[in-house]
Protein backbone atom coordinates (compact mmCIF):
# COMPACT_ATOMS: atom_id res chain seq x y z
CA UNK A 1 0.00 0.00 0.00
CA UNK A 2 1.17 3.34 -0.98
CA UNK A 3 1.88 5.70 1.91
CA UNK A 4 1.79 9.32 1.16
CA UNK A 5 3.11 12.48 3.49
CA UNK A 6 3.26 15.85 4.10
CA UNK A 7 6.63 16.85 5.81
CA UNK A 8 6.03 20.14 7.89
CA UNK A 9 9.57 21.60 8.18
CA UNK A 10 11.16 19.13 5.18
CA UNK A 11 14.71 22.05 5.10
CA UNK A 12 16.13 21.44 8.40
CA UNK A 13 18.13 18.43 10.28
CA UNK A 14 14.74 16.47 10.93
CA UNK A 15 13.38 17.36 7.65
CA UNK A 16 16.63 16.23 5.30
CA UNK A 17 16.98 13.04 7.13
CA UNK A 18 13.51 12.24 6.72
CA UNK A 19 13.96 12.33 3.09
CA UNK A 20 17.26 10.26 3.09
CA UNK A 21 15.12 7.51 5.18
CA UNK A 22 12.10 7.78 2.13
CA UNK A 23 14.56 7.72 -0.86
CA UNK A 24 15.87 4.38 0.44
CA UNK A 25 12.31 3.35 1.76
CA UNK A 26 11.50 3.32 -2.00
CA UNK A 27 8.41 4.06 -4.25
CA UNK A 28 5.86 2.56 -1.29
CA UNK A 29 6.31 5.81 0.37
CA UNK A 30 4.95 9.24 -1.79
CA UNK A 31 5.91 13.58 -1.14
CA UNK A 32 3.01 14.81 -1.10
CA UNK A 33 3.78 18.19 0.44
CA UNK A 34 6.62 19.74 1.50
CA UNK A 35 7.31 23.36 3.78
CA UNK A 36 9.80 25.33 4.55
CA UNK A 37 9.90 28.77 6.72
CA UNK A 38 12.24 30.78 4.48
CA UNK A 39 15.14 28.55 2.79
CA UNK A 40 12.93 28.63 -0.79
CA UNK A 41 16.28 27.75 -2.46
CA UNK A 42 16.41 24.53 -0.57
CA UNK A 43 12.84 23.47 -0.89
CA UNK A 44 12.84 24.49 -4.76
CA UNK A 45 15.27 21.65 -5.04
CA UNK A 46 13.44 19.51 -3.03
CA UNK A 47 10.41 19.90 -4.92
CA UNK A 48 12.32 19.02 -8.29
CA UNK A 49 13.18 16.31 -6.64
CA UNK A 50 10.45 15.26 -4.73
CA UNK A 51 7.68 16.48 -7.04
CA UNK A 52 5.39 16.77 -4.50
CA UNK A 53 1.88 18.52 -5.04
CA UNK A 54 2.49 21.00 -2.61
CA UNK A 55 5.38 23.48 -1.50
CA UNK A 56 4.68 26.06 1.69
CA UNK A 57 7.03 28.52 2.90
CA UNK A 58 5.49 29.85 5.96
CA UNK A 59 7.32 33.41 5.84
CA UNK A 60 5.18 34.42 3.16
CA UNK A 61 8.23 37.17 2.25
CA UNK A 62 9.88 34.16 0.19
CA UNK A 63 6.52 33.08 -1.36
CA UNK A 64 7.67 35.22 -4.76
CA UNK A 65 11.50 33.49 -4.83
CA UNK A 66 9.61 30.54 -4.30
CA UNK A 67 7.56 30.96 -7.41
CA UNK A 68 10.71 31.69 -9.49
CA UNK A 69 12.48 28.89 -8.36
CA UNK A 70 9.34 26.42 -9.32
CA UNK A 71 8.09 28.37 -12.12
CA UNK A 72 8.32 25.16 -14.58
CA UNK A 73 6.89 23.01 -11.96
CA UNK A 74 3.62 21.54 -11.67
CA UNK A 75 2.88 22.32 -7.80
CA UNK A 76 1.42 24.36 -6.01
CA UNK A 77 2.78 27.04 -3.80
CA UNK A 78 1.41 28.20 -0.48
CA UNK A 79 2.92 30.82 1.98
CA UNK A 80 2.03 31.69 5.69
CA UNK A 81 1.73 30.44 8.43
CA UNK A 82 -1.83 28.57 7.76
CA UNK A 83 -0.41 27.21 4.98
CA UNK A 84 0.77 24.32 7.93
CA UNK A 85 -2.79 23.78 8.86
CA UNK A 86 -3.73 23.35 5.15
CA UNK A 87 -1.12 20.70 4.58
CA UNK A 88 -1.54 18.56 7.47
CA UNK A 89 -5.41 18.12 6.61
CA UNK A 90 -4.94 17.36 2.95
CA UNK A 91 -7.24 14.44 2.31
CA UNK A 92 -4.75 12.41 0.65
CA UNK A 93 -2.12 12.85 2.85
CA UNK A 94 -1.66 9.87 5.26
CA UNK A 95 1.30 10.65 7.62
CA UNK A 96 1.77 14.28 8.85
CA UNK A 97 5.94 14.40 9.73
CA UNK A 98 6.40 17.25 12.03
CA UNK A 99 9.69 18.79 11.72
CA UNK A 100 9.87 22.64 12.10
CA UNK A 101 10.74 24.02 15.40
CA UNK A 102 9.10 25.58 18.04
CA UNK A 103 5.55 26.28 19.45
CA UNK A 104 4.52 27.80 15.57
CA UNK A 105 3.71 23.85 14.77
CA UNK A 106 1.27 23.71 17.09
CA UNK A 107 -1.80 24.64 14.55
CA UNK A 108 -0.34 22.41 12.21
CA UNK A 109 0.06 19.10 14.30
CA UNK A 110 -3.76 20.05 16.69
CA UNK A 111 -5.13 20.11 12.86
CA UNK A 112 -3.66 16.63 11.74
CA UNK A 113 -4.64 15.30 14.91
CA UNK A 114 -8.38 16.78 14.14
CA UNK A 115 -8.61 15.12 10.97
CA UNK A 116 -7.57 11.33 12.45
CA UNK A 117 -3.86 11.49 10.72
CA UNK A 118 -0.81 8.98 11.60
CA UNK A 119 1.32 11.44 13.44
CA UNK A 120 5.33 11.58 13.34
CA UNK A 121 6.49 14.13 15.59
CA UNK A 122 9.60 15.20 16.25
CA UNK A 123 8.39 18.99 16.99
CA UNK A 124 8.15 18.35 20.48
CA UNK A 125 7.14 22.02 21.84
CA UNK A 126 3.94 21.40 20.51
CA UNK A 127 3.50 18.32 23.08
CA UNK A 128 5.32 20.32 25.51
CA UNK A 129 2.19 23.41 25.67
CA UNK A 130 -0.75 21.40 25.00
CA UNK A 131 0.06 17.60 24.51
CA UNK A 132 -2.79 16.34 26.83
CA UNK A 133 -5.12 18.29 24.04
CA UNK A 134 -3.01 16.81 21.16
CA UNK A 135 -3.36 13.69 22.88
CA UNK A 136 -6.91 13.50 23.07
CA UNK A 137 -7.84 14.77 19.68
CA UNK A 138 -5.83 12.48 17.83
CA UNK A 139 -8.05 9.96 20.01
CA UNK A 140 -11.44 10.88 19.89
CA UNK A 141 -10.60 11.44 15.64
CA UNK A 142 -9.29 7.73 15.34
CA UNK A 143 -5.23 9.19 14.83
CA UNK A 144 -1.86 7.72 15.61
CA UNK A 145 0.93 9.60 17.44
CA UNK A 146 4.07 8.32 16.69
CA UNK A 147 7.20 9.53 18.39
CA UNK A 148 10.29 11.17 16.46
CA UNK A 149 12.35 11.86 19.51
CA UNK A 150 14.58 9.15 19.90
CA UNK A 151 13.74 8.88 23.68
CA UNK A 152 10.21 8.49 22.84
CA UNK A 153 10.82 6.14 19.92
CA UNK A 154 12.53 3.74 22.40
CA UNK A 155 9.58 4.31 25.17
CA UNK A 156 7.30 3.63 22.34
CA UNK A 157 9.84 0.49 21.23
CA UNK A 158 10.16 -1.02 24.92
CA UNK A 159 6.62 -0.57 25.61
CA UNK A 160 5.55 -2.71 23.73
CA UNK A 161 6.96 -5.70 26.00
CA UNK A 162 4.35 -5.41 28.41
CA UNK A 163 0.55 -3.65 29.53
CA UNK A 164 0.67 0.07 29.87
CA UNK A 165 -0.45 -0.71 33.87
CA UNK A 166 2.45 -2.95 34.19
CA UNK A 167 4.98 -0.05 33.78
CA UNK A 168 6.66 0.81 37.11
CA UNK A 169 9.17 3.83 35.65
CA UNK A 170 10.68 5.45 32.48
CA UNK A 171 14.06 6.14 32.44
CA UNK A 172 14.96 8.99 30.06
CA UNK A 173 18.66 9.22 29.21
CA UNK A 174 20.43 12.08 28.03
CA UNK A 175 23.95 12.60 26.34
CA UNK A 176 24.27 15.58 29.00
CA UNK A 177 25.29 17.78 25.98
CA UNK A 178 28.82 19.93 25.87
CA UNK A 179 28.46 20.90 29.53
CA UNK A 180 28.32 17.81 31.33
CA UNK A 181 31.37 18.42 33.22
CA UNK A 182 31.27 21.91 33.66
CA UNK A 183 31.00 23.86 36.84
CA UNK A 184 28.58 26.28 37.69
CA UNK A 185 31.42 28.84 36.86
CA UNK A 186 32.23 27.33 33.38
CA UNK A 187 28.50 27.72 33.05
CA UNK A 188 28.58 31.28 33.24
CA UNK A 189 31.30 31.78 30.53
CA UNK A 190 30.14 29.50 28.01
CA UNK A 191 30.22 31.09 24.26
CA UNK A 192 27.85 30.45 20.87
CA UNK A 193 30.37 28.03 19.57
CA UNK A 194 30.73 26.31 22.49
CA UNK A 195 26.94 25.84 23.11
CA UNK A 196 26.13 24.67 19.58
CA UNK A 197 29.04 21.92 19.30
CA UNK A 198 26.92 19.04 20.70
CA UNK A 199 29.51 16.42 21.34
CA UNK A 200 26.98 13.62 19.84
CA UNK A 201 24.34 14.88 17.96
CA UNK A 202 24.02 17.39 15.24
CA UNK A 203 20.96 19.27 14.90
CA UNK A 204 19.39 22.58 14.31
CA UNK A 205 20.59 24.89 16.33
CA UNK A 206 17.39 25.66 18.44
CA UNK A 207 17.47 22.03 19.74
CA UNK A 208 21.36 22.26 20.32
CA UNK A 209 21.13 24.69 22.19
CA UNK A 210 18.24 23.16 24.14
CA UNK A 211 20.17 20.24 24.64
CA UNK A 212 23.38 22.36 25.98
CA UNK A 213 20.89 23.39 28.89
CA UNK A 214 19.07 20.51 29.22
CA UNK A 215 16.04 22.15 28.42
CA UNK A 216 15.80 19.73 26.13
CA UNK A 217 15.84 16.83 28.09
CA UNK A 218 13.25 18.93 30.54
CA UNK A 219 10.91 19.30 28.20
CA UNK A 220 11.00 15.79 27.08
CA UNK A 221 10.16 14.97 30.78
CA UNK A 222 6.99 16.99 29.49
CA UNK A 223 6.65 15.20 26.36
CA UNK A 224 6.84 11.63 27.55
CA UNK A 225 4.08 12.67 30.76
CA UNK A 226 1.57 13.19 27.61
CA UNK A 227 3.01 10.57 25.00
CA UNK A 228 2.45 8.03 28.02
CA UNK A 229 -0.06 9.23 30.11
CA UNK A 230 2.68 8.54 32.72
CA UNK A 231 2.67 10.50 35.95
CA UNK A 232 5.67 12.60 36.63
CA UNK A 233 7.08 10.54 40.00
CA UNK A 234 7.39 7.80 36.88
CA UNK A 235 10.02 9.52 34.65
CA UNK A 236 13.73 9.41 35.48
CA UNK A 237 16.52 11.30 33.65
CA UNK A 238 19.78 9.43 33.70
CA UNK A 239 23.04 10.73 32.00
CA UNK A 240 24.70 8.23 29.45
CA UNK A 241 27.18 10.21 27.41
CA UNK A 242 27.29 7.81 24.97
CA UNK A 243 24.00 7.94 23.60
CA UNK A 244 23.34 4.36 22.79
CA UNK A 245 20.99 3.45 25.09
CA UNK A 246 17.96 5.52 23.93
CA UNK A 247 15.75 5.00 26.55
CA UNK A 248 14.61 2.48 29.18
CA UNK A 249 11.12 1.27 30.65
CA UNK A 250 10.83 -0.40 33.76
CA UNK A 251 8.25 -3.18 34.51
CA UNK A 252 7.04 -4.16 37.55
CA UNK A 253 8.57 -6.98 37.81
CA UNK A 254 11.94 -5.20 37.73
CA UNK A 255 12.21 -6.30 34.09
CA UNK A 256 14.33 -3.21 32.23
CA UNK A 257 13.39 -3.26 28.68
CA UNK A 258 15.87 -0.60 26.21
CA UNK A 259 15.95 0.08 23.13
CA UNK A 260 19.43 0.72 21.61
CA UNK A 261 21.25 2.10 18.89
CA UNK A 262 23.60 4.15 16.92
CA UNK A 263 23.08 8.14 17.50
CA UNK A 264 21.44 8.61 14.29
CA UNK A 265 17.74 10.06 14.08
CA UNK A 266 17.50 7.84 10.81
CA UNK A 267 16.65 5.14 12.40
CA UNK A 268 13.60 6.51 15.24
CA UNK A 269 12.54 8.83 11.82
CA UNK A 270 11.75 5.48 9.99
CA UNK A 271 9.85 3.41 12.42
CA UNK A 272 7.28 6.43 12.92
CA UNK A 273 6.66 6.03 8.85
CA UNK A 274 6.67 2.31 8.80
CA UNK A 275 5.31 1.07 12.32
CA UNK A 276 4.38 -1.35 13.10
CA UNK A 277 6.52 -2.85 10.74
CA UNK A 278 10.45 -2.80 10.84
CA UNK A 279 12.44 -2.67 7.11
CA UNK A 280 15.97 -2.28 6.27
CA UNK A 281 17.36 1.03 6.97
CA UNK A 282 19.88 3.55 5.60
CA UNK A 283 20.59 3.84 9.88
CA UNK A 284 24.16 2.36 10.40
CA UNK A 285 23.93 -0.75 12.45
CA UNK A 286 25.09 -1.03 15.99
CA UNK A 287 28.71 -2.91 16.75
CA UNK A 288 28.63 -3.06 21.05
CA UNK A 289 31.81 -4.77 20.98
CA UNK A 290 33.15 -1.52 19.11
CA UNK A 291 31.48 0.87 21.85
CA UNK A 292 32.59 -1.57 24.81
CA UNK A 293 31.37 0.14 28.21
CA UNK A 294 27.95 2.17 28.35
CA UNK A 295 27.46 4.76 31.35
CA UNK A 296 25.15 6.05 33.49
CA UNK A 297 24.75 8.61 36.05
CA UNK A 298 22.69 10.92 38.20
CA UNK A 299 22.38 14.41 36.22
CA UNK A 300 23.46 17.34 38.53
CA UNK A 301 20.17 19.13 38.87
CA UNK A 302 22.15 22.23 40.75
CA UNK A 303 24.17 23.18 37.62
CA UNK A 304 21.44 21.91 35.28
CA UNK A 305 18.28 23.91 36.89
CA UNK A 306 16.46 23.69 33.83
CA UNK A 307 15.86 20.05 34.46
CA UNK A 308 14.45 20.75 37.86
CA UNK A 309 12.36 23.58 36.14
CA UNK A 310 11.08 21.04 33.38
CA UNK A 311 9.66 18.15 36.61
CA UNK A 312 8.18 21.39 38.60
CA UNK A 313 6.35 22.63 35.69
CA UNK A 314 4.96 19.24 34.27
CA UNK A 315 3.89 18.44 38.14
CA UNK A 316 2.12 21.81 37.69
CA UNK A 317 0.57 21.34 33.86
CA UNK A 318 -1.99 24.37 33.15
CA UNK A 319 -0.01 27.27 31.48
CA UNK A 320 3.39 26.66 33.19
CA UNK A 321 4.30 24.69 30.09
CA UNK A 322 3.12 27.15 28.04
CA UNK A 323 5.45 30.03 29.44
CA UNK A 324 8.44 27.43 30.17
CA UNK A 325 8.76 26.72 26.69
CA UNK A 326 7.71 30.33 25.49
CA UNK A 327 10.27 31.81 27.46
CA UNK A 328 12.54 29.76 25.97
CA UNK A 329 12.15 30.00 23.06
CA UNK A 330 12.75 33.40 23.15
CA UNK A 331 15.59 33.34 25.06
CA UNK A 332 17.56 31.16 22.80
CA UNK A 333 16.56 33.34 20.07
CA UNK A 334 17.90 36.09 22.03
CA UNK A 335 21.04 34.00 22.81
CA UNK A 336 21.35 33.00 19.33
CA UNK A 337 21.59 36.44 17.92
CA UNK A 338 24.30 37.14 20.57
CA UNK A 339 22.43 39.91 22.94
CA UNK A 340 22.36 37.57 26.08
CA UNK A 341 24.73 35.12 27.74
CA UNK A 342 24.14 31.21 27.98
CA UNK A 343 23.39 31.70 31.72
CA UNK A 344 20.50 33.93 30.95
CA UNK A 345 18.16 31.39 28.80
CA UNK A 346 17.54 29.77 31.96
CA UNK A 347 17.58 32.80 34.13
CA UNK A 348 14.72 34.55 32.48
CA UNK A 349 12.42 31.27 31.74
CA UNK A 350 13.10 31.37 35.98
CA UNK A 351 12.00 34.66 36.06
CA UNK A 352 8.64 34.21 33.71
CA UNK A 353 7.48 31.36 35.69
CA UNK A 354 8.60 33.16 38.94
CA UNK A 355 6.00 35.92 37.74
CA UNK A 356 3.24 33.96 36.26
CA UNK A 357 0.09 33.47 37.58
CA UNK A 358 -0.51 29.90 36.52
CA UNK A 359 -4.72 28.72 35.08
CA UNK A 360 -5.33 24.88 35.45
CA UNK A 361 -8.28 23.67 33.06
CA UNK A 362 -7.54 25.69 30.04
CA UNK A 363 -8.29 26.19 26.60
CA UNK A 364 -6.16 26.34 23.54
CA UNK A 365 -7.19 29.94 23.70
CA UNK A 366 -5.69 30.55 27.20
CA UNK A 367 -2.57 28.05 26.15
CA UNK A 368 -1.77 30.74 23.57
CA UNK A 369 -2.41 33.90 25.66
CA UNK A 370 0.16 32.35 28.22
CA UNK A 371 2.75 32.02 25.52
CA UNK A 372 2.29 35.58 24.50
CA UNK A 373 2.58 36.67 27.86
CA UNK A 374 5.72 35.01 28.57
CA UNK A 375 7.63 35.97 25.32
CA UNK A 376 6.83 39.82 26.00
CA UNK A 377 7.79 38.75 29.55
CA UNK A 378 11.38 37.54 28.31
CA UNK A 379 11.91 40.06 26.03
CA UNK A 380 11.26 43.03 28.71
CA UNK A 381 13.65 40.52 30.82
CA UNK A 382 16.49 40.79 27.73
CA UNK A 383 16.03 44.74 27.68
CA UNK A 384 17.17 44.96 31.71
CA UNK A 385 19.84 42.59 31.18
CA UNK A 386 21.68 44.45 28.19
CA UNK A 387 20.88 47.80 29.95
CA UNK A 388 22.37 46.48 33.04
CA UNK A 389 25.32 44.68 31.42
CA UNK A 390 25.66 48.56 29.81
CA UNK A 391 25.95 49.82 33.00
CA UNK A 392 28.46 47.30 33.97
CA UNK A 393 30.68 47.66 31.55
N1 LIG B 1 17.49 17.63 14.92
C1 LIG B 1 17.30 16.56 15.66
O1 LIG B 1 18.10 15.62 15.65
C2 LIG B 1 16.06 16.45 16.54
C3 LIG B 1 15.92 15.33 17.38
C4 LIG B 1 14.74 15.22 18.12
C5 LIG B 1 13.76 16.19 18.05
N2 LIG B 1 13.94 17.27 17.24
C6 LIG B 1 12.88 18.29 17.18
O2 LIG B 1 12.47 18.41 15.82
C7 LIG B 1 12.13 19.78 15.53
C8 LIG B 1 12.99 20.24 14.35
O3 LIG B 1 14.35 20.27 14.76
P1 LIG B 1 15.53 20.50 13.71
O4 LIG B 1 16.78 20.27 14.46
O5 LIG B 1 15.27 19.69 12.47
O6 LIG B 1 15.36 22.07 13.42
P2 LIG B 1 15.97 22.92 12.22
O7 LIG B 1 17.10 22.22 11.59
O8 LIG B 1 16.17 24.30 12.74
O9 LIG B 1 14.77 22.94 11.14
C9 LIG B 1 13.55 23.58 11.42
C10 LIG B 1 12.61 23.49 10.23
O10 LIG B 1 11.43 24.27 10.56
C11 LIG B 1 11.32 25.39 9.65
N3 LIG B 1 10.92 26.55 10.45
C12 LIG B 1 11.70 27.40 11.18
N4 LIG B 1 10.94 28.34 11.77
C13 LIG B 1 9.66 28.09 11.41
C14 LIG B 1 8.41 28.74 11.67
N5 LIG B 1 8.34 29.83 12.43
N6 LIG B 1 7.30 28.23 11.12
C15 LIG B 1 7.36 27.12 10.36
N7 LIG B 1 8.49 26.47 10.04
C16 LIG B 1 9.63 26.94 10.58
C17 LIG B 1 12.70 25.56 9.04
O11 LIG B 1 12.62 26.20 7.76
P3 LIG B 1 13.90 27.02 7.17
O12 LIG B 1 14.92 25.96 6.84
O13 LIG B 1 13.37 27.72 5.98
O14 LIG B 1 14.36 27.94 8.26
C18 LIG B 1 13.15 24.08 8.93
O15 LIG B 1 12.52 23.45 7.85
C19 LIG B 1 12.36 20.56 16.82
O16 LIG B 1 11.15 20.68 17.51
C20 LIG B 1 13.33 19.69 17.60
O17 LIG B 1 13.18 19.86 19.01
C21 LIG B 1 15.05 17.42 16.49
Redesign the pocket.
Known sequence: MVRHIAI????????R?ALRVIDALGPQYQIVAL?????AE??AAQARRYKPEFVA???ADYAEQLAELVSDLDVEILAG?DA?IEIAQLQEVDIVLT????A??LPAVLAAARCGKQLAI????PFVIAGELLRKEAKENGGTILP???EHSAIFQAMQSGRREEVNKIILTASGGPFRRASAEDIRNVTLEQALSHPV???????TV?SATMM?KA?EIIEARWLFDMPVEKIQVLIHPESIVHSLVEFVDGSVIAQLGTPD?CLPIQYALTYPARVAGIAKHLRLEEIRKLTFERPDLETFRALSLGYEVARTGGTAAAVFNAANEAAVQEFLAGRIKFVNIVELVEHCLSKHDVKTNVSLEELLEADAWARREARAGVKCKVKNAKGNS
Open positions: LGSTGSIGNSAHSNLLVTNPLAVVGAGANKEVDSWDMGPKIDNFM
